[in-house]
């Protein structure tokens, strides 16, 4: 069964910091992976996504996550983050099929 | 295009008792899938429906839970009787039957989710 770790539950960034969300699956075979986010309020929204080709992949906002096979990490980054990137980050694993397997979450909070 | 549509946005329900929620998926999208997120825990797959069937129903907890999609369109998750543990955040999402991976769509689009307190 596939399973999906994401290491820091709460992560609080002045604005203009760096961030880096750690995400390590565990999954056999070929995986898709994905960030998804949700606002307060709000619904999941997908971030970004890794299927194959380029393992550094951009996504909307500005952020990016990096695939590395050899570790089974897809971890989320953006250079400089602000108030409004204030939300719940979920990394997440599909693998031969549709069914999405999510980490537990990482709450972000953004301090001005 | 209007999203995925989850209703009631919460419910609070007593122990013991019924509790219907339902989803609205996109329009055409014949892919539902039921998801639910306990306090703290990571979201969970429950099922999936292509079209009216039932795909995939591995991740139902137990048959206190009933989910249903008739005539493909919305889908009803009934909950009977309620349980505490029952408790959370249940979601909703759809996606096309052609799941075009290369897509920049790739990916379910997900309702806002039933807050549910069973008490």
């Known amino acids: 069964a596939q399973s999906v770790s994401q290491h820091n539950h709460h992560v609080i960034l002045s604005e203009a910091a760096s961030l880096e969300l750690g995400c390590n699956y565990s999954?056999?075979?070929?995986?898709?992976l994905f960030w998804y986010v949700q606002y307060p309020g709000q619904h999941l929204q997908l971030l970004l996504k890794y299927f194959s080709g380029d393992p550094l992949v951009k996504g909307i906002k500005g952020f990016e996550a990096e695939f590395i096979k050899s570790k089974f990490s897809f971890n989320l980054r953006k250079p400089s983050v602000q108030w409004s990137d204030t939300a719940e980050y979920f990394c997440?694993?599909?693998?031969?099929?549709?069914?999405?397997?999510f980490g537990t979450g990482t709450q972000l909070k953004v301090e001005l | 295009e209007a999203g995925v549509t989850q209703f009631p946005s919460h419910s609070v329900i007593e122990k013991g008792q019924t509790v219907t929620l339902r989803c609205d998926p996109i329009?055409?999208?014949?892919?539902l899938y039921w998801y639910r997120r306990v306090m703290g825990k990571e979201i969970k797959f429950l099922l999936h429906?292509?079209?009216?069937?039932?795909?995939?129903e591995s991740g139902m907890p137990n048959n206190r839970f009933l989910a249903e999609r008739t005539g493909g369109t919305y889908s009803t998750l009934k909950v009977q009787p309620a349980e505490l543990e029952d408790s959370g955040v249940y979601f909703c999402?759809?996606?096309?039957?052609?799941?075009?991976?290369?897509?920049?769509?790739?990916?379910?689009?997900f309702g806002s989710g039933t807050r549910l307190t069973v008490v």
């Open positions: 429906f292509v079209k009216e069937s039932k795909q995939d």
């Open positions: 999954y056999g075979g070929t995986v898709n």
């Open positions: 997440a694993v599909t693998g031969g099929g549709n069914k999405l397997t």
């Open positions: 999402a759809s996606s096309q039957e052609d799941w075009d991976r290369y897509s920049p769509n790739y990916g379910y689009t």
């Open positions: 329009s055409g999208h014949d892919n």
